[in-house]
């Protein structure tokens, strides 16, 4: 599996395979909610019709009967990784992987991730807001640890966590890691970025990069060069 996942945030069909065309290798992409409200799931099946591998990211959080029926449709997508808010507690994500296994294609489940804290919460955010106390990385570690006894494979979380993470839940354990920029690219709206550079160097599993590759004058340079970086 690549080391670089590239985030189709786009909204239309059109975009996303005009983009894909200049990518003669299949590579791995993430289909999130912006491009999957506006195609709906057919969109997956188009993409998947090209080659390319996908990581599902509609970040389900309810109760867990709900979650688990949810879980067991997207397996049926035959999507390589999906992902939930580890915020929704121990036996969602249980059950989460209950409709995983129930709705797998050819007895072979997606991986399941669990969002710990989203890159663009800061620590007063999540004090003041959200309610919870403490560092940011405390409450990762907790929801990372919650994860793992639930049966995850993994998490998603900011490049300054990824090594906590492994230490406190194992090297197996994947880290995917958004909120990732070359280093003259703007912050956006994430608070907790990083280069891939730094990334590699802290032991992240898979970064998903979107605009600093969708928005380049040359997306495909650009991906192999980042590619080339992580590994």
Do not use: W
């Not at 959200?130 to 490049?159: F, R, W």
């Amino acid at each position: 599996m690549n080391k670089t996942i590239v985030a189709l945030d786009f909204s239309t069909r059109e975009e996303v395979m005009e983009f894909l065309k200049g990518f003669q290798e299949p590579i791995y992409v993430k289909i999130g909610m912006e491009l999957t409200y506006a195609c709906g799931l057919d969109i997956v099946k188009d993409v998947r019709a090209l080659g390319h591998h996908i990581f599902l990211d509609l970040k389900l959080h309810d109760i867990p009967n709900t979650v688990k029926g949810g879980m067991k449709n997207l397996a049926k997508l035959d999507v390589d990784i999906v992902n939930l808010h580890c915020a929704g507690g121990i036996e969602m994500m249980k059950a989460a992987i209950q409709g995983l296994e129930e709705g797998a294609v050819n007895g072979k489940r997606p991986l399941c991730i669990g969002v710990t804290q989203l890159t663009s919460t800061s620590k007063e955010a999540m004090n003041e807001e959200l309610g919870i106390p403490g560092e940011v990385l405390d409450c990762v570690i907790k929801y990372a640890k919650n994860a793992k006894e639930a049966g995850l494979d993994g998490v998603v979380c900011s490049v300054h966590e990824a090594r906590a993470i492994h230490e406190a839940c194992g090297k197996d354990f994947l880290t995917v890691t958004p909120g990732i920029r070359l280093s003259d690219d703007s912050k956006d709206d994430q608070k907790r970025v990083a280069t891939p550079a730094f990334a590699k160097e802290e032991g992240c599993d898979h970064i998903v990069v979107g605009r600093s590759i969708t928005k380049s004058a040359n997306p495909q340079q650009t991906y192999f060069d980042i590619e080339e970086m992580m590994k």
